[in-house]
């Protein structure tokens, strides 16, 4: 590995982490000022009315670090073109975010925003183009599968990362975890230009866990779990598709996920909407856990995932996964069940 290479990586994490630290008290002033706070609603567990706009400084110190740090890195002009992608998608997050800041738009509107970062996604290039069989050759996907498929990808990322966005430090502690193994992975596969990205998002997000971490003094809000969400989601496709390898980190929260739509829909629900207990956080917060407790134990079971990912070859994954699958299916039958009792 070349000595720029090792510099680029070293400057690419110092002006993400150090970014952080700057913006985001910034971004809580401008917050408080502009009255863009969050207050408790019932059934969740914030406690204390908060600034929602830590995801601007998480923004701002990312595509500072990106663009200091790719001057440094040999660029790969054939990735240059999805690097830009997933740069203009991220520029395109911000409007998104102050309209939801100023009028809290509703599922339909945040739907559709969502669906344009992952078609502006396409335009460039990023899309799942093929599937890792894990019993020989790749798949190659038609154009009538890989666009479907990776707006679902893109859209389910984002959405994951806003409903686990529900516990101080959770979205972004797990979001560093994705990012290293990301980061990792590139870095054995000589995508020298492309681990910068992963990097650079391990540093917005452990910088901004100074201010975060329970007890939070800003929250990311939308911009924060939007961005997060769709930068998780294309750096999985950037430089050939990571998606088992990002899903298996965010396996839990995947899971709960599923399970709150679940049981929201079965009451006839928003999958959005919150005001309930139906996250996992939020039962083991019932059970007596800490926050941090909580919090910890997910950061424990994500990095476990991550090396999993890092160490089983295709089939090993694709037990593990049918596996998984097969017990949030008894799971969702079970709690179905509860609740049509009820």
């Not at 984002?158 to 430090?169: C, P, S, V, Y």
């Amino acid at each position: 590995m070349q000595i720029n290479v090792i510099l680029g990586f070293v400057i690419a994490l110092a002006v993400s982490y150090g970014g952080a630290l700057l913006l985001t008290p910034l971004a809580k002033r401008l917050g408080t000022v502009a009255g863009l706070i969050d207050r408790p609603r019932p059934g969740e567990l914030q406690k204390v009315p908060i600034a929602r706009t830590g995801g601007y400084a998480l923004i701002g110190a990312f595509l500072i670090a990106v663009g200091v740090s790719l001057a440094l890195v040999p660029r790969d002009p054939a990735e240059l073109t999805r690097i830009e992608g997933l740069i203009v998608g991220i520029l395109l997050v911000i409007p998104i975010a102050v309209v939801d800041d100023a009028r809290r738009l509703g599922p339909i509107p945040q739907l559709i925003g969502q669906i344009g970062l992952a078609v502006i996604a396409i335009a460039f290039g990023l899309s799942i183009s093929t599937v890792a069989n894990p019993f020989g050759a790749m798949i190659v996907l038609p154009l009538i599968l890989s666009i479907p498929f990776t707006i679902i990808w893109v859209v389910g990322m984002i959405n994951t990362l806003n409903l686990i966005d529900t516990m101080d430090g959770l979205a972004a502690g797990v979001t560093a975890i994705a990012g290293l193994v990301l980061f990792v992975r590139s870095v054995s596969l000589g995508q020298y230009t492309i681990s910068l990205l992963p990097l650079a998002l391990v540093g917005v997000c452990v910088g901004f866990l100074r201010f975060n971490f329970n007890p939070a003094r800003i929250i990311m809000g939308t911009s924060g779990s939007m961005f997060l969400g769709f930068t998780l989601g294309i750096l999985a496709l950037i430089g050939g598709a990571k998606i088992a390898t990002a899903a298996f980190v965010l396996g839990l929260p995947i899971v709960d996920v599923g399970m709150v739509i679940v049981q929201r829909s079965i009451q006839r629900r928003s999958p959005l909407a919150g005001g309930d207990s139906a996250h996992l956080t939020h039962r083991l917060v019932h059970r007596g856990l800490s926050t941090r407790r909580i919090t910890l134990i997910i950061y424990t079971i994500s990095a476990g995932g991550g090396a999993l990912a890092m160490t089983l070859n295709g089939v090993e994954k694709l037990w593990v996964a049918a596996i998984v699958a097969a017990i949030a299916l008894v799971l969702a039958f079970r709690l179905a069940t509860l609740q049509s009792a009820k």
